[in-house]
């Protein structure tokens, strides 16, 4: 088998001037050609950190997220949403009690978008914590480090039996927390 290598030569490159190419073709054997190196083997992937358990959680629970120790409490109040200009208004809301601590060596807080509500049918709730923003961990806002919060979580009710709150970084372990609710 015979291999072809096509070489082309700039000639007169003067600015006034076209460029013009010769063409120079050129066959070798297959033992004339140098060996190439072989290329390093990528790194391996470093192994997935450990899942952080789902579902163990529960009222009572206490766990940590973030840099942050929750904990959900079982004294739930059940509250309805007062808006006439929102579709929800009327709706059943379970205001349940928590409290955070922050861990972290510096200011820090649970971010709004860092968690979501899942309801008895394992569908994604809406939520409703902008009509109870004086009390809904969603406007607690930051604490100095070692601060601890006593705050709510309003969850839209959809009916009697498990509710899950989801709490997630971008890339970082998901944890899961168990609510059982009934009014």
């Known amino acids: 088998m015979l291999f072809a290598t096509l070489t082309f030569t700039l000639v ?7 460029a013009q190419t010769t063409g120079q073709t050129q066959q070798t054997a297959p033992e004339a050609q140098a060996t190439p190196e072989p290329t390093p083997e990528p790194a ?42 929102s579709d929800r ?15 972290r060596g510096e200011t820090h807080g649970l971010n709004m978008f860092s968690f979501n509500h899942f309801g008895t049918a394992g569908t994604r709730l809406d939520s409703v914590s902008s009509f109870f923003s004086d009390y809904d961990v969603s406007f607690a806002g ?12 309003h969850i839209l009710y959809d009916g009697s039996g498990d509710y899950y709150i989801e709490f997630s970084q971008l890339f970082g372990p998901t944890t899961e927390v168990r609510l059982p609710l009934s009014r």
Do not use: K
């Open 12 to 18: 007169g490159c003067e600015d006034d001037a076209p």
């Open 44 to 85: 391996p992937e470093p192994p997935a950190a450990p899942e952080t358990p789902t579902g163990g959680y529960t009222f009572g629970s206490t766990f940590v997220f973030n840099d942050l120790e929750i904990t959900f409490f079982d004294d739930v109040e059940w509250v309805t949403v007062e808006n006439r200009f």
């Open 89 to 103: 208004d009327g709706a059943y809301v379970a205001r349940v009690p928590m409290s955070i601590t922050n861990l």
């Open 142 to 153: 930051d604490m100095r480090s070692g601060a601890t919060q006593n705050t709510h979580m």
